[in-house]
């Protein structure tokens, strides 16, 4: 399964109205093809879980999504605890990992020299995997308390250049507009910088 194919097939089966939280790299590129409007693109690596789990608890009972890749997620594993506690509790959140075993956006080096058993690591904070090889093994429904969804995928081409037309910080704007307007309250305006 491609990250696109995975990406799609989950964004399928979540409210419509689901704000989705982005690594970098190609799955922000393929969000950003899917759902722009909706998702915050964050521009730096280990903060998509611990950000989009504090939105979640923010937002309810709005659904939140994560998509964090491996690469990212391991470089926050201090997050595991909080994810442990919280998870469990959230029935608008979702966090799913997409897991190609290298970092991408790098030039492809390994995100890890050694095995690395998602459900093992999980259930040490008293959270459950489920390993999703193709998008009919995305559990259904979404989303489930204290369940992280690991997409094993292969992509098999180059990833495209990135067609995103703004950046993290006007992500985070877009994404302000949008929970005001589902909230039915003006949006906040940025500090005028002197």
Known sequence: MRTSEFLQALLGRL???????????RTSDELFQLAPERTLFTDTMGDVSALATGMAIAMKPRPVLAVDTDGSFLMNLSVLTALGSRLPTLDNHTLAIVDNGIYESAGGMPSRHCPLDWQHLFAAVGLAAIT?????DI????PRPGT???A???NDAAPLDSAKTYDGIESSYAIERLIAAQR?????RPALKS
């Open 15 to 25: 409210d419509p109205d689901c704000v989705v939280v982005s690594s970098l790299g």
């Open 132 to 136: 999703v090889r193709s998008s009919c």
């Open 139 to 142: 559990p259904d429904p979404i």
């Open 148 to 150: 992280v969804v690991v």
């Open 152 to 154: 094993q995928v292969v």
């Open 184 to 188: 039915g309250r003006p949006p906040r």
